[in-house]
């Protein structure tokens, strides 16, 4: 009798322990950060909408009123980003009774750049082909429907579909019918579309003998083809343009300027309110700092670009790598517009397969004082315009696994509102991404989950930072940029990590001191002196503007190869740390999500272990020194990574065996004599 009563007490206890384990809710990370929250529709139809030409065109303002929830604003699509902030503000837990929500965007243009060719394929794409589909006979309407829904849930408002490496064929009269069929889906969700265009168009399409800016055949030319994109597309945006940079000609071809080439577009597309955004991305062979030469091509033109021409500055001055400072641009151009031109898609920061949340990184070099008009010009308020390569494709969920899409939504978060925090933009999209299990309260989802969840993203680009390319260490890269080839010194020296890393058996780094480059005397001062002194730059920018010897000592006491080793080891140890924390989370994640994002952070460690052990064992070719004591020796002896390169698939993308290690072959480079 007593026997029986145990056994159902334990079963009673079995069966509670079972009801109040949490369960997963089924989701396969495809709705992206709109998978949490009520449909959009279901909100719209719950307020009342009011069209307020009061208000700013893009702004919204939601608010209780007489019983009833609005949302008024200045346009349709200020009504869209008024909903959208609604359903957020509801996941959130901030849309309780007498919720008062006013905002506008901070910048009027706030883009995706597609680096999609027409192909399909994608350059830097780590997601799939082309999410366009150009060589399919149709559009994929439903995809880019929930295309237009992700963007205008964060107010992106411009796409420019196609790579900036453009085929000229953009401009037939076949593509830009079908430009007008994606721009047509797009337009419904407050999106306007663009194109980049290649410089040589007018010659490969149509047979002229010039592509000279002031060229008046070559002038017509392009207010012909203008004429003939705005009868197809009303509405649409502008030309993005790469010219005279990495093979692509432009108007220095023919003795002119990039303002003379980016006015004769802005002429062409002024009648029909369109833009021209001439990318800064230029280096000539020439010049000794590749980091100087934007600077050096684009401040004498100053003030020498038409209005409706916008020049497009990515974040660093070399080329988004994990950490860069500012490019001196922003800091420099006074009478020119400027637009930002961040990457979303990871192509230095481990593709689709490491997680590295770059809110952190965008809010750096946003918040950062260029002191262009004195002490408090951070970069945000020199700019008016905002762009990031997608990180997009066919993929299902968009963009290669769950953790990429957070790049994605904080790239539009900031390009609404610069101001906002990283750290607030991951724990939204953590909210809103992942379903909170059933049988989970509220206050356990947020100390079991979402604390550790935002934790390991925030910490994230650092721990990339760390075991890549740490103590402003760049471009280490080798073949796809995926892993590490310091000892690569073939061919144009500026793609070449030995340009940029300088080791020698005296020391190590760029000097862009006064005494070397001088690239410190593109910022403004305080700056310009600040990074000129060892005393005063900042560490983790110290080998990006200055040369040291190996045993220079750094702020901890301990020398620079020292903390070299250490921040390689470092970045292993957090990558360690997320796997940890990753495993303890199974329980609340859908299985496929979770099996998923735990296998790409296998990858990530083992990723990280190669790149430390590229980089350390060949520095200690060149140095002779020993690993710090409380560093753990290397696994792979450089004689097997050196001069070696991940095995890549047709697209790019690096091959693991099944144990998730990457497969290093071939030698691709014949050793130096
Ligand atoms: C689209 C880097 C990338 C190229 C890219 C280029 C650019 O060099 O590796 O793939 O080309 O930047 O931004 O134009």
Same mark, same amino acid.
């Given at each position: 009798m007593q026997k029986s009563i145990f056994l159902t007490v334990l079963a009673g206890a079995a069966l509670l322990a079972a009801c109040s384990r949490p369960v997963p809710v089924a989701?396969?990370?495809?709705?992206?950060?709109?998978?949490?929250?009520?449909p959009y529709a279901d909100v719209l139809a719950s307020v009342e909408t009011t069209i307020d030409?009061?208000?700013?065109?893009?702004g919204y303002h939601i608010y209780d009123a007489d019983g009833q929830r609005h949302v008024a604003a200045g346009s349709e699509a200020g009504l869209r980003y008024g909903v959208y902030a609604l359903q957020r503000a509801e996941v959130l837990g901030?849309?309780?009774?007498?919720i008062d929500i006013q905002e506008q965007p901070y910048y009027d243009l706030r883009l995706l750049n597609h680096w999609d060719n027409l192909d399909d394929t994608?350059?830097?794409?780590?997601?799939?082909?082309? !999410?366009?589909?150009?060589?399919?006979?149709?559009?994929p309407e439903a995809r880019i429907r929930h295309y237009g829904e992700l963007c205008a849930s964060v107010g992106?408002?411009?796409?420019?579909?196609?790579?900036?490496?453009?085929?000229?064929?953009?401009?037939d009269a076949e593509h830009i019918a079908r430009v007008a069929k994606i721009a047509d889906i797009l337009r419904e969700y407050g999106i306007k579309t663009y194109i980049s265009i290649k410089w040589t168009s007018p010659i490969a399409?149509?047979?002229?003998k010039s592509g000279d800016p002031l060229n008046p055949k070559v002038r017509q030319w392009w207010k012909d083809k203008a004429a003939e994109i705005y009868r197809a597309i009303p509405d649409f945006g502008g030309f993005l343009v790469k010219a005279n940079s990495e093979g692509q000609a432009g108007p220095q071809d023919y003795g002119r300027t990039h303002a003379d080439g980016a006015n004769m577009l802005g002429e062409a597309l002024a009648p029909y309110g369109g833009i021209v955004m001439w990318r800064a991305f230029v280096y000539s062979p020439?010049?000794?700092d590749r980091a100087n030469q934007a600077v050096e091509e684009f401040l004498p033109l100053d003030?020498?670009?038409?209005?409706n021409v916008i020049v497009q500055i990515k974040?660093?001055?070399?080329?988004?790598?994990p950490r860069e400072p500012f490019s001196p641009l922003f800091g420099k151009l006074k009478d020119t517009k400027m637009m930002m031109e961040f990457q979303v898609t990871q192509e230095y920061l481990g593709f689709s397969n490491h997680l590295a949340y770059l809110g952190t990184m965008w809010e750096e070099c946003l918040t950062?004082?260029?002191?262009?008009?004195?002490?408090?010009?951070p970069v945000s308020k020199t700019i008016s315009a905002i762009a990031g390569v997608a990180n997009t494709g066919q993929d299902p969920n968009f963009c290669g696994y769950v953790f990429a899409q957070a790049n994605w939504y904080a790239y539009g978060r900031l390009a609404w509102?610069?101001?906002?925090?990283a750290e607030t933009i991951a724990d939204e999209w953590i909210r809103q991404t992942f379903l909170k299990p059933a049988g989970m309260t509220d206050k356990a989802f947020e100390s079991k989950f979402i604390e550790p969840v935002r934790g390991i993203l925030m910490a994230s680009r650092e721990a990339v930072v760390n075991y890549e !390319?740490?103590?402003?260490?760049?471009?280490?890269?080798?073949?796809?940029?995926?892993g590490p080839a310091p000892w690569d010194r073939l061919g144009r020296p500026d793609w070449t990590p030995a340009y940029y890393h300088q080791a020698d058996s005296a020391g190590i780094g760029f000097d862009r001191t006064r005494s070397g480059?001088?690239?410190?005397?593109?910022?403004?001062e305080p700056l310009a002196s600040e990074y000129n002194e060892l005393a005063t730059c900042p560490e983790n920018l110290l080998l990006w503007f200055h040369h040291v010897p190996w045993d220079y000592k750094l702020a901890s006491g301990r020398t620079a190869w020292d903390e070299i080793c250490l921040h390689y080891d470092a970045g292993i140890k957090q990558v360690e740390a997320f796997r940890q924390t990753w495993a303890g989370l199974k329980p609340y994640v859908a299985p496929a999500l979770w099996e998923e994002a735990a296998k790409k952070l296998e990858i990530q460690q083992h990723d990280g272990e190669w790149w430390r052990d590229a980089n350390v064992g060949y520095f200690q070719r060149i140095n002779g020194l020993p690993l710090p004591a409380d560093v753990r020796p290397l696994d792979t002896p450089i004689d097997s990574l050196i001069y070696r390169q991940v095995r890549s698939d047709r697209l790019g993308m690096p091959i693991h065996d099944e144990n998730n290690r990457p497969i290093i072959d071939r030698p691709r480079f014949r050793r130096p004599q």
């Open positions: 989701q396969d990370g495809t709705d992206l950060w709109l998978a949490a929250g009520r030409p009061a208000l700013p065109a893009e901030a849309a309780g009774p007498g994608v350059e830097r794409g780590y997601a799939g082909e082309s !999410m366009w589909e150009w060589t399919s006979p149709t559009v992106i408002n411009g796409a420019v579909l196609n790579n900036v490496n453009s085929n000229p064929l953009i401009l399409l149509s047979g002229l020439t010049s000794p003030g020498k670009f038409a209005d974040n660093g001055p070399v080329d988004f790598q950062s004082d260029t002191y262009r008009d004195g002490p408090g010009t509102n610069p101001e906002l925090n !390319m740490p103590v402003g260490l760049h471009h280490l890269f080798g073949g796809t940029h995926y480059s001088d690239n410190v005397d593109q910022y403004n």
